[in-house]
């Protein structure tokens, strides 16, 4: 059953991908469809400028991974009302986090867009002005649909990790 989960989790993360672009909304979108108990409009509508290393820079965090960790830190770190957390909560969250980005690591060697996207397609993108480069070498197609089928494949591996506590 967790099997076809977590492969059902990489199959709609590329799909998202492959079909709106947003890599941060998709991931998000995509783990919310498989865990429709966790939706959430705000945090969906707040990952929309977190796409293409933050704002279609390239320059920061894979939208992916971001989008992934926004999740799974929606499970399990603090809350507003206690932003003091004396239970070290955002802790949990944290080394959750940590797991997603030895993840990255492991298989990308970073977590930057930038240098994701070198490593996938021999170069990054101007994603404002080579966006026709950038979906021709396969944006949408091979590279950033795989990347955001691994980072919700493995964030989903966290949530019923999370689920089994």
Same mark, same amino acid.
Request: net charge neutral; proline share 1%; with cysteine.
């Given at each position: 059953?967790?099997?076809?989960?977590?492969?059902?989790?990489?199959?709609?993360?590329?799909?998202? *991908?492959? #079909?709106?672009? !947003?890599?941060?909304?998709? @991931?998000?979108?995509?783990?919310?469809?498989?865990? +429709? *108990?966790?939706?959430?409009? #705000?945090?969906?509508? @707040?990952?929309?400028?977190?796409?293409?290393?933050?704002?279609?820079?390239?320059?920061? !965090?894979?939208?992916?991974?971001?989008?992934?960790?926004?999740?799974?830190?929606?499970?399990?770190?603090?809350?507003? #009302?206690?932003?003091?957390? +004396?239970?070290?909560?955002?802790?949990?969250?944290?080394?959750?986090? %940590?797991?997603?980005?030895?993840?990255?690591?492991? %298989?990308?060697?970073?977590?930057?867009?930038?240098?994701?996207?070198?490593?996938?397609?021999?170069?990054?993108? #101007?994603?404002? %002005? %080579?966006?026709?480069?950038?979906?021709?070498?396969?944006?949408?197609?091979? @590279?950033?649909?795989?990347?955001?089928?691994?980072?919700?494949?493995? @964030?989903? *591996?966290?949530?019923?990790?999370?689920?089994?506590?």
């Amino acid at each position: 059953m967790a099997n076809d989960k977590l492969k059902k989790a990489y199959n709609r993360g590329f799909a998202f *991908e492959r #079909d709106f672009g !947003g890599c941060a909304q998709c @991931a998000v979108g995509a783990l919310y469809e498989i865990y +429709p *108990e966790l939706k959430n409009a #705000d945090i969906f509508k @707040a990952a929309s400028g977190l796409g293409g290393g933050v704002g279609l820079t390239t320059k920061g !965090g894979c939208g992916g991974l971001v989008g992934a960790a926004m999740v799974v830190s929606q499970m399990t770190g603090r809350t507003l #009302d206690n932003i003091a957390d +004396p239970e070290k909560q955002r802790f949990v969250a944290y080394r959750l986090a %940590e797991k997603l980005i030895n993840k990255f690591l492991d %298989e990308y060697g970073t977590v930057t867009c930038e240098k994701i996207q070198k490593k996938l397609m021999g170069r990054s993108f #101007d994603m404002y %002005e %080579e966006w026709d480069e950038f979906i021709a070498a396969g944006g949408h197609t091979t @590279a950033c649909t795989s990347v955001v089928g691994n980072a919700t494949r493995w @964030a989903a *591996e966290l949530i019923e990790e999370i689920k089994k506590k």
